[in-house]
Antibody, heavy 117, light 107 residues
Framework: QVQLVESGGGVVQPGGSLRLSCAAS????????MHWVRQTPGKGLEWVAF????????FYADSVKGRFAISRDDSSSTLYLQMNSLRADDTAVYYC???????????WGQGTLVTVS | DIQMTQSPSSLSASVGDRVTITCRAS??????LNWYQQKPGKAPKFLIS???RLQSGVTSRFSGSRSGTDFTLTINSLQPEDFATYYC?????????FGGGTKVDIK
């Protein structure tokens, strides 16, 4: 049973930083790419970032490029999202997702809320 | 970026109804179209991949189809557990993009 558990959300001031974590279990983490997807009431679902199974390829949405960094630690089956220079419009629930293929989100965590205010 | 336009944004239906939701891509995405269901306070759940491939464990009341850049999610004989918000998503290229969602509620 795939399980993804996000943590690290909270309230942060504009310009601040936060690191989200996603603990994965129930599958061979090192064999799968992972994504972060966020959701706001006003803008719906927005893809944020992708990291390939080997960590060698990363993609980012333009809205976060240069400010956010996705990474992974296969030894602990943990996905990370380092968020710097946070803005009010980064306020959202952040989900980590496991991929099928590269770009399909077949399992989701419960989400962690980030509030920039 | 590929824009995904979903319609309607909301609809009201009764148990037993047949419901159709449409998603239009701004350019060709072949069959790289996926559907998700989201209930209040929960994460989205993957339903359909490649326009029409039902995820294992998903009821056959759900079906998907494609006509060019238009995609359709159909729910046959709507059941109480189907009242939710549905999203389409293109997996053709980055940036990956979602439709705006269709909320299906009880008439």
């Amino acid at each position: 049973q795939v399980q993804l558990v996000e943590s690290g959300g909270g309230v942060v001031q504009p310009g601040g930083s936060l690191r989200l974590s996603c603990a994965a279990s129930g599958f061979s983490f090192s064999e799968y790419g992972m994504h972060w997807v966020r959701q706001t009431p006003g803008k719906g679902l927005e893809w944020v970032a992708f990291i390939r199974y080997d960590g060698n390829i990363k993609f980012y949405a333009d809205s976060v490029k240069g400010r956010f960094a996705i990474s992974r630690d296969d030894s602990s089956s943990t996905l990370y999202l380092q968020m710097n220079s946070l803005r009010a419009d980064d306020t959202a629930v952040y989900y980590c997702t496991k991929v099928r293929g590269d770009f399909l989100f077949d399992s989701w965590g419960q989400g962690t809320l980030v509030t920039v205010s | 970026d590929i824009q995904m336009t979903q319609s309607p944004s909301s609809l009201s239906a009764s148990v037993g109804d047949r419901v159709t939701i449409t998603c239009r891509a701004s350019q060709n995405i072949d069959n790289y179209l996926n559907w998700y269901q989201q209930k209040p306070g929960k994460a989205p759940k993957f339903l359909i991949s490649a326009a029409s491939r039902l995820q294992s464990g998903v009821t056959s009341r759900f079906s998907g189809s494609r006509s060019g850049t238009d995609f359709t999610l159909t729910i046959n004989s709507l059941q109480p557990e189907d009242f939710a918000t549905y999203y389409c998503q293109q997996s053709y290229t980055v940036p990956l993009t979602f439709g705006g969602g269709t909320k299906v509620d009880i008439k």
